[in-house]
């Protein structure tokens, strides 16, 4: 009975994961960017968890360095080809942790 459930059912397979095109691993210059340097080094992975699930179109999550007077300054962008994707990203997930507003 299940094996007849899940044969009847369509599958939606998005054509950017299955051939692994959602994420890029630059930053293009159309990219909404959203800087998540107030995000703590060790939720950079679930930031990423959390864009590949609760978003449709194509993201980058890239360190950059950006200078500041005589100093380069590493600073870690996640990028969306959407800008719509940007600012759920800003509101779903950004605003909701503790160091975001400091």
Known sequence: MVLLFTMTTPL???PRDWFETRRISWMPTHFARVS???????????????????TAGR???????????????????????????????????LSKQKNFWS
Request: glycine letters at 8%.
């Open 12 to 14: 939606k397979i998005d």
């Open 36 to 54: 998540i340097d107030n995000v703590d080094i060790f939720m950079h992975g679930e930031a990423e968890q959390w864009i590949q699930e609760n």
């Open 59 to 93: 993201y980058s999550v890239v360190t950059c360095a950006v200078r500041q007077g005589n100093k380069l300054i590493s600073k870690v962008y996640a990028g969306f080809e959407d800008p719509a994707e940007a600012t759920y990203f800003a509101l779903g997930f």
